[in-house]
């Protein structure tokens, strides 16, 4: 008998889409038990890819707390609608953390490279439009980067 463990298969990922959401400024809501509560307004922007386009409405939120370790922890929800009349819920919680002077460029709004820092979300979604009904059951993983008045994410579909 062979106790030797099999190593286990990573999941595929597909890529999905580009996120584009222009952001507005962060308004700090002051220190609270976890850190400093901020919140980011979504304005808008584009959802461009091979398997989702469409445009994110204004009025999305980004909830965030601002940890004593230098950590942030994202919680964004907004809307995607697609050019067929679509509309998707979207929920992306993540973090963003890495070196004090990166996250001190990426705060003044200076142009950071994404391999600097860490930057990363799940993604969840939710649609009656019979189209995109598969993204009811899917989840996926963005690789984020921030610049000074937009977020980027690259999402794949988790398989």
Not at 105 to 129: D, I, K, N, S, W
């Amino acid at each position: 008998m062979n106790d030797t463990p099999v190593p286990p298969i990573a999941p595929p990922l597909t890529y999905l889409t580009q996120v584009r959401c222009d952001v507005e400024g962060v308004l700090s809501l002051g220190q609270a038990p976890m850190g400093e509560r901020r919140v980011v307004p979504l304005l808008g922007g584009e959802v461009v890819g091979p398997a989702l386009n469409g445009r994110i409405l204004p009025g999305g939120t980004d909830w965030q707390w601002n940890r004593a370790d230098g950590a942030l922890e994202i919680a964004a929800h907004y809307i995607i609608e697609t050019p067929e009349g679509a509309r998707i819920e979207v929920q992306s919680n993540g973090l963003r953390h890495g070196p004090a002077e990166v996250l001190a460029r990426l705060a003044r709004g200076e142009a950071v490279a994404p391999e600097e820092y860490f930057f990363r979300t799940l993604m969840r979604f939710a649609t009656g439009h019979p189209t995109y009904e598969h993204l009811n059951r899917a989840m996926a993983l963005a690789r984020g980067r921030r610049e000074a008045r937009r977020v980027i994410l690259d999402v794949w579909q988790i398989g």
